[in-house]
Structures are given as C-alpha cells and as structure tokens.
C-alpha cells in the first residue's frame, strides 16, 4: 500500500504504508493491480493509471456525485479499458449516504 500521507494531521498511518505519491509509484513500481479510494475530484494522477504499460486491473472506490470524487473525465476519455460499475461491491461501501460506486477498469486485450 501507498499514500502521500497529505492527510497526516488526521490519519495515523501504519507503518506498512509506503509514503510516495500515486505517480512515483506508477513510475518505480509498475502494478499491475492498482486500487484507489475516493480519489480527489479531476485529480491529476488517475490519467497516469490508464497509460502505465504493467496496469491491467484498476478498481475505483468512489462516489456517483461525479462532483465529489474521481476523475470522471479520465474515466471516460480513456481507451485501454473495458470498465463497468460493480453494483455488488459498491453497496457493501460505508457509509451508504456517499452514494457510492467502485468502478472495475480491466485492460483491452491488444490484437
């Protein structure tokens, strides 16, 4: 696991938590699954998640109010993924009141 840990004032992160922001991880790691939680509304770095060559799973926990969460844009002008809301796994979120939705990005086969 990663995260910047720009939300230190709030979150005790544990000590197995890499502190590195998503692109450097997408750079130096090459994933090949990645999953992100509530990413901030037209953030830049979901845009890097599509284009990273060892990425061919993406899940997406985040909110249907395009407003508040995700890069909806990036989303949907993206290529290389199949993608689709998982109903099942979205109403297992807490808390229900975010509306929210995990979206399944599963790379295009090439050929």
Do not use: M
Request: glycine letters at 2%; one cysteine or more; hydrophobic letters at 40%.
């Amino acid at each position: 696991a990663s995260d910047d840990q720009s939300w230190s004032h709030a979150v005790t992160y544990p000590a197995d938590v890499k502190k590195a922001d998503a692109v450097s991880v997408l750079e130096h790691d090459t994933p090949q699954a990645v999953v992100c939680s509530f990413p901030p509304p037209g953030n830049a770095f979901e845009k890097r998640v599509f284009t990273t060559k060892s990425v061919e799973r993406y899940v997406v926990i985040t909110s249907k109010h395009r407003f508040a969460a995700g890069d909806w844009s990036a989303y949907e002008k993206q290529t290389s993924f199949e993608w689709h809301v998982d109903e099942a796994l979205s109403k297992l979120v807490l808390p229900p009141e975010l509306d929210p939705a995990v979206l399944v990005f599963t790379r295009r086969a090439v050929g």
